[in-house]
């Protein structure tokens, strides 16, 4: 079975994350950077739309600037501000 970059097109549907939404997913807080050459945004894009599809609490947040592999983006502009997204994101979970 071909895997990574030569994947099979079914293979890589069959795997991809919106494709897995099923009313029983936790919500989510997504983030991505709109520069990020290896995983394209609209990865973010659909599966947030199919966490919409099945009414699952969800936010998402893409940053104009910023490479792949930020971890916490500390020191890198406006994607630093992930975390205090997050975290508000989670109290406001907390209380709902």
Same mark, same amino acid.
């Given at each position: 079975?071909?895997?990574?970059?030569?994947?099979?097109? /079914? *293979?890589?549907?069959?795997?991809?994350?919106? =494709?897995?939404?099923?009313?029983?997913?936790? #919500?989510?807080? &997504?983030?991505?950077?709109?520069?990020?050459?290896?995983?394209?945004?609209?990865?973010?894009?659909?599966?947030?739309? /199919? *966490?919409?599809?099945?009414?699952?609490?969800? =936010?998402?947040?893409?940053?104009?600037?910023? #490479?792949?592999? &930020?971890?916490?983006?500390?020191?890198?502009?406006?994607?630093?501000?992930?975390?205090?997204?997050?975290?508000?994101?989670?109290?406001?979970?907390?209380?709902?």
């Amino acid at each position: 079975m071909r895997q990574g970059e030569d994947a099979d097109p /079914a *293979l890589r549907r069959s795997t991809s994350l919106d =494709a897995l939404v099923t009313r029983e997913s936790p #919500p989510f807080f &997504l983030w991505h950077t709109a520069e990020d050459i290896y995983v394209p945004p609209d990865h973010t894009y659909r599966f947030a739309a /199919a *966490l919409a599809a099945h009414d699952i609490p969800h =936010a998402v947040h893409v940053f104009a600037h910023g #490479p792949h592999s &930020l971890g916490l983006a500390e020191g890198a502009g406006d994607a630093s501000m992930w975390t205090g997204l997050a975290a508000s994101w989670l109290r406001e979970r907390a209380e709902a």
